[in-house]
């Protein structure tokens, strides 16, 4: 929803991985959070911000074949 105070501090190219290491700075109000993030490229800080988002809760709806998937790869490990 909302991003603020955003340093770029390395140039990222296509093909890097990003991590990304999100601290949550107030309790979850009314769905709404309030974040400090960092992205690292291979460990190395990249982009840090602060960050707004919503939280939306969704179902997951399991069906036959989600459930056959899930325990073809239980066997498999």
Do not use: W
């Amino acid at each position: 929803m909302k991003i603020n105070n955003v340093k770029f501090k390395k140039q990222v190219n296509p093909g890097d991985t990003l991590i990304f290491d999100l601290n949550l700075d107030e309790p979850i109000r009314r769905g709404i959070c309030t974040m400090t993030g960092k992205a690292y490229v291979n460990g190395v800080l990249v982009t840090e911000a602060e960050l707004m988002a919503q939280i939306v809760k969704t179902k997951i709806h399991i069906n036959e074949s989600t459930t056959s998937l899930r325990s073809s790869r239980g066997k498999n490990c």
